[in-house]
């Protein structure tokens, strides 16, 4: 990543801090000004905090110093009371964070990079700058099941809508508990339907849920993921150290979803490298979802049976059916 990019979300973070701070104040200064007493046992709280520091700094006697821990007890003790007296919730005049983990720096305790600076990296780097105002409009609270027909349908046990919901639930099922998997299940899945079924959006579910978990999601279409691809081997004048980084980050990334299979005008080095990323992926245990509208015998036609064998040994397949939800 370019160092102005990296200066970019940096400055992102500090919006973050600058803005969960102003926040805090806005609400101190509502509770102090609406409520004096919890104002003055707040200020007492500190005026006593800052005697024990000094305490500790002359080395006072110990008895001391304990009658000061119990005037702190005791002070917080009341301000809990009064909070409780005043309805007001006990963290309402902490500091909230966008990310608990690294507290909006972006980073960890132990200096590395956060989940959520390396999927705010992700996103730059791909170009899935737009991916959070997708996945806000698509995910599983948006997902409305009576859009699909409850009609039956000819050679089917389950009417589209008794199917979709049975899809629905495995798939919330896997990205509520994703990153807890039994490793003797199929943990990669790969939907398969005519398009206009429900395929793209039921991926953005599952992205917005992992991504909640603060796993690192890449969405590609597979159009895009095969520019990535190019870019890596071909190295053409443009090449760059990102776009090296980008192309390893189709290998590390937690989850990794493959959109619209089959699009991308398949050749013999898209298919190669198709088989290089799931195959590397499946035996780092490193997760994929693909969407199609291929069926199995056309994938097996135009990606050979290699690939194929990979998809129905390790991947665990839904079918999409009814009418299309586009029209």
């Known amino acids: 990543m370019s160092k102005e990019n990296m200066r970019k979300i940096m400055l992102e ?102 989940n959520c600076l390396k999927q705010r990296m992700l996103e730059d780097s791909y170009a899935m700058s737009n991916l959070k105002e997708i996945l806000e409009k698509d995910n599983f609270n948006t997902f409305d099941i009576d859009i699909f027909s409850d009609r039956p349908v000819e050679n089917r046990d389950l009417s589209p809508r008794e199917n979709m919901k049975c899809i629905l639930q495995d798939m919330y099922f896997y990205a509520s508990n994703f990153g807890c998997e039994n490793d003797e299940e199929k943990n990669n899945l790969i939907f398969i339907g005519k398009p206009g079924l429900g395929k793209t959006f039921m991926c953005s579910c599952i992205a917005k849920e992992v991504l909640n978990r603060g796993y690192t999601v890449i969405y590609q279409t597979s159009f895009n993921l095969m520019e990535v691809i190019e870019r890596y081997k071909f190295k053409t004048s443009s090449f760059s150290s990102v776009d090296e980084e980008n192309y390893n980050n189709l290998f590390t990334c937690d989850l990794l979803i493959i959109d619209d299979l089959g699009t991308e005008m398949p050749n013999t080095f898209t298919t190669s490298e198709l088989f290089n990323i799931i195959n590397s992926r499946l035996n780092s245990g490193k997760k994929i979802i693909i969407s199609t509208n291929l069926n199995l015998s056309q994938i097996n036609e135009i990606y050979t049976a290699r690939i194929l064998s990979r998809i129905v040994g390790n991947f665990k397949l839904y079918e999409f059916y009814g009418e299309d939800l586009r029209f």
């Open 13 to 114: 973070y500090q919006y973050k801090r600058d803005r969960n701070q102003d926040l805090l104040d806005s609400r101190t200064k509502e509770v102090y000004d609406n409520f004096p007493d919890i104002k003055y046992i707040s200020d007492e709280i500190k005026k006593n905090g800052l005697k024990m520091t000094k305490s500790v700094l002359d080395n006072i006697p110990k008895e001391d110093l304990i009658a000061m821990e119990n005037r702190q007890n005791e002070l917080i003790k009341k301000k809990e009371e009064l909070f409780d007296k005043h309805k007001i919730p006990q963290d309402y005049l902490e500091l909230k964070y966008d990310c608990n983990s690294c507290k909006d720096t972006g980073f960890l305790e132990n200096g590395r990079r956060c």
